[in-house]
């Protein structure tokens, strides 16, 4: 079992910048694709970003130019760098682990981001 531990979300105004981080309990992390969601009330969950195990990025058209997902492989972390935040960011984030070696996903708790105008 893999434990994913999300922290770095709250309330910003917009233009402003927040980083998120998500920490995976196992060493699986280092071969596996990590990704970021986000849902918004009333909305479907959605990708933000993922990247994979030898640092391939892909990020949804909404986020492209303002977000930075990366990862640090020693320490089993990867991140979210989101700049020039808008009121339309807001959701919940969620980071996910997708061991492709045995076609399973594990999800973090989730993160409320709240961009004020």
């Known amino acids: 079992q893999v434990q994913l531990v999300e922290s770095g979300g709250g309330l910003v105004q917009a233009g402003r910048s927040l980083r998120l981080s998500c920490a995976a309990s196992s060493d699986i992390f280092r071969v596996s694709t990590m990704g970021w969601y986000r849902q918004a009330p009333g909305k479907q969950r959605e990708l933000v970003a993922d990247i994979t195990s030898y640092g391939a990025e892909t990020y949804a058209d909404s986020v492209k130019g303002r977000f930075t997902i990366s990862r640090d492989n020693d320490k089993n972390t990867v991140f979210l760098q989101m700049n020039s935040l808008k009121v339309e960011d807001t959701a919940v984030y969620y980071c996910?682990?997708?061991?492709?070696?045995?076609?399973?996903?594990?999800w973090g708790q989730g993160l409320q981001v709240t961009v004020s105008s």
């Open positions: 996910k682990l997708d061991d492709l070696r045995v076609a399973r996903d594990y």
